[in-house]
Structure formats: C-alpha cells, structure tokens
C-alpha cells in the first residue's frame, strides 16, 4: 500500500516538473482562480488504482455484529451477523456476510485440500480442487441463514439492538459450482443409499447428515460466491449449499462426502439444532428455515427525524422456495398491506419488500409477515413460542418495532 | 498470399475445426466430465471419521472412566468445568428430568441420544485447541467418564468398539423425527 502511494507521488512530482505552472494551480486552494461550485477534492488529482478494492473510508463504521462467547480462548467459535439495517438490495457483500463457525477458519492451501466421496457409491474418488474448477457451472442465488438467528429475539426483554445483531446470522450470495449429483453419478451412487454425511476440513471437522433427495435435486459443491473464489470464512476452497435449508448443513472447508443407509446422527443434528418441545420431546431434522421477513428501516436503534413520508424497506426469504406475498402492518398487525416485492421469482433467495409509509408522528408498531409459494405464513410470535420449550433453534416468528411519538425506533414483543 | 488461396485456407481451417470438434467431442456433447480419481480402501480408512449409532468403523482399542479422569482434568477441564459442569463451554453432566421443564437443560446425560455421537465428536475436534492429538485409548477413556459422570456406566466399564454401541442413552428415545418436513 506505501508502495503504492510513493510510486503516485512520484508520478505526480514528475507531472508537475512537466506540465509546470498548470499543475501548481490545480493543487492550489478552491476558488483561488474560477469562482466556481467544486469541492477540494474537485481540484486534486485522485488516488491511483488498487489490486482489491475497498470501500470508502466512510463507510467504516458498516460492519459485521461479533459474537464470540468464549472470547479470547475461541475467537473463531461463534458468529458474525450482517448489518442488515446498513444494506439494501438483496445481495449481502461477501466482506460481510454473516460467519458461523465452530473452531475458526482453516488456512487452507487449495492445492493440498482434497474432496473424498467414498461410502456407498461403486467407485470411491478422490478430486482435487483443481480438477473441480473444470467441471462445467452452475450458478444460482440464494440466503444462508443459521438455525440460530434470531434466537437473540427470545431473550425475557427485547433486546434493542439494530436489525442486524439480532437477525443478520443470515445473508445472500449468487453461488457458482457444480450440481453434486454430477460427483455422486461419477462415483456411482448405490441406489439404496439414502444419506450423505458432508464434513469439513476445519479442526471440528464439522460434520452433518444429508436426505439423499436433496444431494439429488438442488445441492451445490460451490467453489464461487459473488462472481469470486470463496472466502475463507465462507468455505475455501469448496463448500456445500444446500439451498434454503439450515446453515450448518451447508458444510465449508468440504472434504469428505460419505454416501450411507442412514443419518450419522452427528453433535450438530443431536445436541444441537433440534428443537425441543413442550412435553420433552425434541424435533429432529428440521432442515428448511420457515417462511420469514422483517423490516430492516426503520429498525431498531433507528430515529425518525419528524413526521412525513418513509419506505418500509426489508428481507424476506423462504427455504421452501418463492416468496408470493409480504403484507406490512403499522398498527400492530391489525391492518395489513401488500409490499412491492423484489427478486420475488428466485426461490430459496432473499427478497427485497418496500411499502411508502406516511407517518402522522404518533406511536406505531411495525411487523412484516411473509407467505412463500407453498402457501406457509409466516406466524406471529406468540404462536411460534407456543410449539416449543427454550428453543434457540429455527426462530422464524414475526419481527415489531415500535415507533415512538419521538421517532425512535425500539423493538418490542408484540 | 492471393485473396483466393487465403479463402481457401481459411475454408479448410474451418472444416478442420468442425471435424475437430467432431472427433474430440469437446462441443454439444452430453460427455460428462469425470476428473476424480479412484481411492483405495487403505486411503479412505485415514480420511472415515464418522461413527453412525451402529458403531461401525469404531477403532481397535478401549478404556474405562477411571482412565479417562486423568485425561479429562489435564485437557477438557479447563473448559468443560469439573465432571462436565459446565463453563466456559457446555455443560457435559447433569440436567437429568429438566427437559419437559420450563428450564430444560440439555447436556450428555439428559439429552445426546447415542453414546456413539461423543466418541465421534471427542476424536475429531476436542480438545478445541488441539484436535486429533488424543490416542483412540484416551477417547474411549474420556467418553467413559462423560458417561459414568452421568451415571450411565460404571467406573470400571470399558467402552471399545463392541459396548460403546450398546450403551442406551438416557434420552434415546426423546426425539421425534421432523423430516419430512411438516407444515408450517
């Protein structure tokens, strides 16, 4: 990077020492000469090119949520959550897309990492990240969402957080790889195997069970995300995707693909991720995130500076697949309206909702609530707590914040 | 080169490319691309960690909870709390009748429904900082003792390859499947 700026003054003394007394007045005061509308930085050359891009120094407060419970002694176990209320659209910049990992992100070297598919299949293979890059492509767009997001919205009192540090353990991303049935047909997948188990190459060596009928149908070996090479955090140099069900499933760092008769019944899909209810008894299995939505502005922590015209602007997404309609409410769910919706024919991806909003400077109450192509609507909070016991899992309930007759924004259980 | 002859190259350049295309079957084919390369049995036994409820790929090897003591309070300790209570990472004993509580508490003994799943999770990631380190002596061991901390065996039970399998968890039969998915 200084060797960069060194080499642009230089290219910039040298400009002066040619051009002489033109270059001396372009770096001189604004106005000094025309008494024309120009900022200083209207009257200096820029900076040069970089190799990666960053984005402007302005925008640094815009950043990832960290939640590392273990703090120091893990500071790669737990999450980062996108900061949804500072994004539009419906893709999340891959630079903040939301994190959840269990032992930190492996330094992998891609020519050393390899991907084994073994088990119940007629020849086991073994493929190496270079030869996976030749296969021919897929790409699609589609959320990831963790099982967990938005259990910070069963805390006994609202959290008055933004959006994004309660709901942002999710993001969007367009994927490019290869459909996995093509390396479960190469391998020659036994016709009774009916689970795959996915592992990574982390220190956890995360590992969870697969239904063969998804590996089938729309389940990615991702070697791309937004146009580039993974991050690292996000799987380098290979990961799973498997569209719209839960995060963990999507297993990064993929090395090792198992074909077997049944579920592994693995930490993460026993101890973890089920959902407990009631009477004791725990759901096992739940794999696609529920019909969901919430409002990312206004949002919580947010102030409206007087009364007036306002875009209800949020997310919805379904891992069952399209969103069909998201209807908005200011009044506590008693009124309700159809949002405009974009991106609305991609199934299993984030769908960006925006409704023009008048607000008469008294108190409101803001929810969204979602309904996908299968019907399934998004339930209301109380309903959705009433099916289980303690459960951090799969949270799905509809979102309110309140408007208060000062224009703030704080998020209350409603 | 004359305007005729360099047509003519360029007409024989072309019948060339297609026939090329033809014999090669690079272009419109459906020939699927195959780049893996077989594995041998020996191989695939270093990379199968995975250990299903029925045991299977279980190592050679065993040990009792007395043993695992040892191992548990010089590398699981620091972070799972004398016998498995807990903090800063999960608590490994305990909770036994909470879970159709309003506080349920969800550890080894009152929740995990296979013995197998903590063998498999001790071997490939635990400890946090040095996974892979402990002998398959010292993961039976330490699963041992997680499971006499629990009352589920003895102290001198030896859990290997034929009884860790056998072993009944507590909360085997506390989970109800949810795939296929329900409506909701």
Redesign the interface.
Same mark, same amino acid.
């Given at each position: 990077m200084d060797e960069t700026k060194d080499s642009r003054r230089r290219f910039l003394a040298q400009s002066a020492a040619l051009v002489g007394g033109a270059a001396s007045a372009a770096v001189s005061p604004p106005g000094a000469a025309q008494e024309l509308a120009a900022q200083p930085w209207e009257h200096v050359y820029g900076a040069g090119f970089t190799r990666y891009g960053q984005p402007s120094k302005y925008e640094a407060p815009v950043g990832r949520y960290l939640v590392q419970p273990y703090g120091e002694l893990a500071p790669g176990s737990g999450a980062a959550f996108a900061p949804l209320e500072s994004l539009e659209g419906i893709i999340t910049p891959s630079s903040l897309h939301n994190i959840r990992s269990h032992s930190g992100t492996p330094d992998i070297d891609p020519k050393q990492h390899r991907l084994l598919i073994h088990g119940m299949v007629a020849r086991p293979l073994m493929f190496t990240v270079e030869s996976l890059l030749q296969y021919p492509m897929t790409t699609r767009t589609h959320f990831l969402e963790c099982s967990g997001n938005s259990n910070r919205a069963l805390t006994p009192q609202p959290a008055q957080l933004p959006v994004g540090a309660i709901h942002g353990n999710m993001s969007c991303s367009e994927w490019t790889g290869i459909p996995l049935r093509v390396l479960l047909e190469e391998a020659g997948l036994d016709a009774s195997a009916k689970w795959l188990l996915a592992e990574g190459a982390d220190s956890a060596h995360m590992s969870r069970s697969i239904p063969i009928e998804k590996a089938l149908d729309d389940a990615l070996i991702a070697l791309y995300q937004n146009g580039e090479r993974l991050r690292p955090e996000q799987g380098y140099p290979v990961r799973l995707l498997l569209p719209g069900w839960e995060g963990n499933m999507n297993v990064k760092w993929l090395r090792r693909i198992k074909a077997t008769d049944g579920p592994t019944h693995t930490k993460d899909e026993t101890s973890k991720y089920t959902d407990l209810r009631p009477d004791g008894k725990a759901l096992q299995f739940t794999f696609e995130m529920g019909v969901k939505s919430v409002i990312t502005k206004p949002s919580s922590t947010m102030t409206l500076p007087r009364p007036g015209r306002y875009e209800v602007s949020g997310l919805a997404w379904s891992g069952a697949g399209r969103i069909r309609q998201v209807e908005v409410s200011t009044d506590g769910g008693a009124n309700w309206t159809a949002a405009t919706l974009i991106g609305e024919e991609r199934p299993r991806a984030f769908v960006r909702f925006r409704l023009p909003w008048e607000w008469n400077g008294k108190p409101a109450v803001l929810q969204s609530r979602a309904t996908d192509e299968k019907g399934r609507v998004q339930p209301a909070r109380k309903d959705w707590l009433a099916q289980y016991s303690a459960n951090p899992y799969h949270n799905h309930s509809i979102v309110s914040w309140a408007v208060g007759a000062d224009g703030k924004v704080t998020h209350v259980y409603a | 080169m004359s305007t005729r002859s360099l047509a003519a190259s360029v007409l024989v350049l072309t019948l060339m490319g297609c026939a090329g295309v033809m014999q090669s079957g690079q272009t419109g084919t459906s020939k699927?691309?195959?780049?893996? *390369?077989?594995?041998g049995a020996a191989?695939?036994a270093r990379?199968?960690?995975?250990?299903?409820?029925s045991g299977a790929g279980l190592p050679a090897g065993g040990g009792t909870a007395r043993q695992g003591q040892q191992v548990y309070e010089q590398k699981c300790m620091a972070?799972h709390g004398a016998k498995g209570a807990g903090k800063?990472?999960d608590a490994l004993a305990g909770g036994a009748g909470t879970?159709?509580?309003?506080?349920?508490v969800?550890t080894?003994g009152s929740?995990?429904?296979?013995a197998? *799943?903590l063998f498999?999770?001790v071997r490939?990631?635990m400890p946090?900082t040095n996974?892979l380190s402990l002998t398959n002596d010292e993961v039976y061991a330490v699963t041992a003792y997680v499971l006499a901390l629990n009352g589920i065996v003895g102290e001198d039970a030896v859990m290997n390859a034929q009884s860790l399998p056998q072993v009944k968890m507590p909360n085997r039969d506390?989970?109800?499947?949810?795939?296929p998915?329900r409506?909701?």
């Open positions: - | 699927p691309q195959a780049l893996g *390369t077989p594995v191989e695939i990379w199968d960690i995975s250990i299903p409820p972070c800063p990472a879970l159709a509580s309003k506080t349920p969800r080894v929740y995990w429904p296979y197998t *799943t498999d999770y490939r990631a946090i996974p506390g989970f109800v499947s949810d795939w998915p409506e909701r």
